[in-house]
T-cell receptor, first 114, second 112 residues
């Protein structure tokens, strides 16, 4: 089956620190990969995506590269801000008999301190 | 107005009661989804619908039912609520499966 594994949180960083949140996946077929962000009290928002191997998704200073050889899609940011504090979800979507629904990881909470 | 609207935002109900959570969208998307969020478990798919006449069970459909009343409306029902259905419920939409979803703000349901 399809599954996503994320590093457990919370991840606590000081402002301007470098961020990495690990994500690995198992999928039948060739998935598209996503990172979603959930700010307190809100729904999930798409942060970035990559649809094929070696693609790099980027948005708001965050980046993630689709690594087929290691089945990974790690999220990185060079300098985090307090406003980046949120829960981050890695997700995948696989064409399965013509149907797709997102499979999510368990989420990683990021806390950025001033 | 939000693209995906969920009502109610919060609800407390008693064990054994029937409850309906509603979702409407203005995105014009064909596909709609119901997810449940529990701490440490991420989001799990309950039901999804690829058009008005197409309803599919997700990984945790037991104890839930859905109705796709129109392209823009997709409701989730708990026929007889139980405490372990206490969770945050999200509705989402997409036009196709390969791109990102648009999520509602969620319904926090507590079953006592």
């Amino acid at each position: 089956g399809n599954s996503v594994t994320q590093m457990e949180g919370p991840v606590t960083l000081s402002e301007e620190a470098f961020l990495t949140i690990n994500c690995t996946y198992t999928a039948t077929g060739y998935p598209s990969l996503f990172w979603y962000v959930q700010y307190p009290g809100e729904g999930l928002q798409l942060l970035l995506k990559a649809t094929k191997a070696d693609d790099k998704g980027s948005n708001k200073g965050f980046e993630a590269t689709y690594r087929k050889e290691t089945t990974s899609f790690h999220l990185e940011k060079g300098s985090v801000q307090v406003s980046d504090s949120a829960v981050y979800f890695c997700a995948l979507s696989v064409m399965d008999t013509g149907r797709r629904a997102l499979t999510f990881g368990s989420g990683t909470r990021l806390q950025v301190q001033p | 107005d939000a693209d995906v609207t969920q009502t109610p935002r919060n609800r407390i109900t008693k064990t054994g009661k029937r409850i309906m959570l509603e979702c409407s969208q203005t995105k014009g998307h064909d596909r709609m989804y119901w997810y449940r969020q529990d701490p440490g478990l991420g989001l799990r798919l309950i039901y999804y619908s690829f058009d008005v006449k197409d309803i599919n069970k997700g990984e945790i459909s037991d104890g839930y039912s859905v109705s796709r009343q129109a392209q823009a409306k997709f409701s989730l029902s708990l026929e007889s609520a139980i405490p372990n259905q206490t969770a945050l419920y999200f509705c989402a939409t997409s036009q196709t499966g390969g791109e990102g979803y648009t999520f509602g703000s969620g319904t926090r349901l507590t079953v006592v």
